[in-house]
């Protein structure tokens, strides 16, 4: 064995014995001392905690923690030693408080885009149709953060809706939905490169007034590439007549985990969200700011059908 890996695996050791002496106060001054390499492969294996609170020990452990981050930075390693230790940086870099130099220069070449669609599709309660897309776009560059909103919405065969539009106040729990969105996203997607889970909706048929919401659905792209998707599906169990029933594909269940189901109440608390049929009735947090903040309307001038399937029209929303 070498004498670097040995300083190494000491170093490591030394880290855990102090940890479990006391968990309150771990004295990491001895760090100080190894050699640039050997702290190096000691700070990859460290968890987030004992790294940050490396920078806070004293002036020579901050500037070699300041380097560590700067080589992880300079060899493009950073997302993924920090993905390593559970931190998402594309998500978390835009709520840190007090960031180092470093983190503002990767804050400033980073944009995130979370898309989210609330879509209640097959409803015709009552024997009306009643269908509606709801798209939200949050966005965070260098400097600012925005919010947008657009809509679409089908009532007895009437087809309307708004352009996204800018929204004067972002909710309070948008760094909860990033932190949630972050934790779900260091689980394994039960599909490619998805995350996919199944609502059981128990209605008889399309005429029921109080149903769930046929998708939700979430993506993060950091720079114009997707890191997260995630989708909610409604499947309908005991509808009479359903094509569901007979395709046990179709009706395959995917229950949703703790982790996802957290995620997801921040998600409709972000987005002022409850029941469709709240929504419908113009009852949520949502419905009232869609009246009070309108973008443009949508023309469907061209539409060869009254009940055209709304997904099909979502590109209109830009």
């Not at 004295?27 to 190096?40: C, G, N, Q, R």
């Not at 948008?174 to 909706?201: G, H, Q, R, V």
Request: charged share 35%; aromatic share 10%.
């Amino acid at each position: 064995m070498s004498k670097r890996k040995t300083e190494k695996e000491e170093g490591s050791n030394k880290i855990k014995k102090q940890k479990d002496e006391n968990d309150e106060t771990t004295d990491l001054t001895f760090l100080e001392k190894l050699p640039d390499d050997i702290f190096y492969e000691v700070c990859l294996f460290v968890d987030i905690n004992t790294l940050n609170n490396l920078s806070l020990v004293n002036l020579k452990l901050n500037k070699m923690h300041s380097k560590f981050i700067q080589s992880l930075y300079d060899y493009d390693e950073f997302e993924k030693v920090m993905r390593m230790k559970r931190v998402e940086p594309r998500l978390t870099v835009f709520f840190t408080e007090n960031p180092s130099a470093l983190i503002k220069k990767y804050k400033r070449i980073n944009k995130l885009e979370i898309e989210i669609f609330f879509k209640a599709l097959d409803r015709y309660p009552g024997g009306n149709c009643d269908e509606m897309v709801l798209r939200w776009l949050l966005t965070f560059d260098s400097t600012k953060k925005t919010l947008k909103k657009g809509s679409i919405r089908n009532w007895d065969g009437e087809v309307s809706g708004n352009k996204m539009v800018k929204l004067p106040n972002i909710r309070d729990n948008w760094k909860e939905l990033l932190k949630s969105i972050a934790s779900l996203s260091f689980e394994e997607p039960n599909k490619k490169n998805l995350y996919y889970f199944t609502i059981e909706d128990k209605r008889s048929d399309w005429e029921e007034y109080d149903t769930e919401w046929s998708k939700i659905e979430v993506k993060v792209k950091s720079n114009g590439v997707e890191i997260f998707n995630f989708l909610q599906q409604v499947i309908y169990t005991n509808e009479r007549g359903n094509r569901q029933q007979t395709n046990k594909k179709k009706n395959e269940k995917f229950p949703i985990t703790p982790i996802a189901s957290k995620m997801l109440e921040e998600l409709q608390t972000f987005c002022g969200i409850t029941r469709v049929e709240k929504e419908s009735d113009g009852e949520t947090i949502s419905a009232k700011e869609s009246r009070e903040f309108q973008g443009k309307a949508l023309k469907f001038n061209d539409l060869r059908d009254d009940y055209p399937k709304l997904e099909t029209l979502i590109s209109k929303l830009d």
